[in-house]
């Protein structure tokens, strides 16, 4: 009985240090996007936010199936899709009614379009070319993905997946072989091309949602990503040198589509970039878990739990964690739109890049934050409206 309490116990710890990890990501979005704001403006800026962006939606997709995992262990097949639509379709609708519109009319704005007054831009927005779901298209795919991914990850938890699970461990623990699991991802990128959502084909991130399940599903990867994070950052370095090589001297001919051709070179380049992709994903996810679920147990309550029901206290780590649980996904939501905003008045100020940054992309994440805190998690419509679970 002692050891069923262990295993729980350590089950919501990995939980714990997930949700900690998913907020630090979310959060960082902040400043990946707060420099699309200005990279055009700098060529360092522009290649510190292509590095971002060879892992900043891939660790979403992980991150998020890592809690697929955690969602199916107290949910049956039905109950699941109900809470996909509840948790993702909802908020993607309400994101796109109220959230997006104002980055498309501050977008036309800043590139010196006249939208003319808001509300009538509204009727252009719905009624045109002019409708997209902006950053929410990641809703979409997780939905998508994680329903029609369903039967396998049911599958994977059933007696008839362990050996599959046993064969994905074994290779993790081999030299190399957690590098071998993202073999889809660099084939799919050479194959189908990088021209998608986020900087990647679409079809990459199903590899990066199921690794993610994965890692919650199998300890034995979770400890490998865990142990090689700085494997991970190595081979990292070196594809993005080589891609950086590639672009720099315009191997292949300068005129050539990277991201599109089928070139030698352009499928050269996008194999690069998957490696690239995979590896600085497994990096910053296998680093970040470490250090978070560190300060987890170094900085929690020191009577958070003796082992005997009812005794948990607790730490201000594990409140931090809890409450990135809740917040990520409407912080999400709603994270682009003061961006867009702030950054469209603060980059015609007379002030140095480096500044600018910092005033874009603090005040922004304040500013989510505040309206997360007093106007969406205290009302149960609202926490409804952004996939929250009623209080």
Known sequence: MR?????TRAAERRRLDLDLTRGVVVACLVFFHAAYTLNSANPMLMRSAFLAKLFAMPLMFVVAGAGIWFSLRSRVARAFVTERLRRLLVPLVVGIVLVVPPQVYYSLRSNGEDPGPYWQFLGRFFGSGLFESAHLWFLWYLLLYSVALLPLFLWLRLESGRPTLDRMALLSTRPGGLFLLGAP????EAAFGSAGAGGWNVLAYVSFLVLGFLISAEPRIRDAVLAAWWQAVLVGIAALAALFVIVHWDIGGADQQLGTGYTFWAIVWRLLKGIAGWAWTLAVFG???YLAGLASRRLRSPAA???RPGTARLGWVDRAARYANQAVLPFYVLHQTPIVIIGFYVVQWDLNLFAKYLIISLS???VTLLIYDLAIRRANVT???FGMPRR
């Open 287 to 289: 680093l970040g878990n």
């Open 3 to 7: 050891s069923v309490a262990v295993g």
């Open 364 to 366: 922004s994440l304040a």
């Open 305 to 307: 739990d003796d082992g």
């Open 185 to 188: 991802v660099a084939v799919v």
């Open 383 to 385: 926490r409804v409206m």
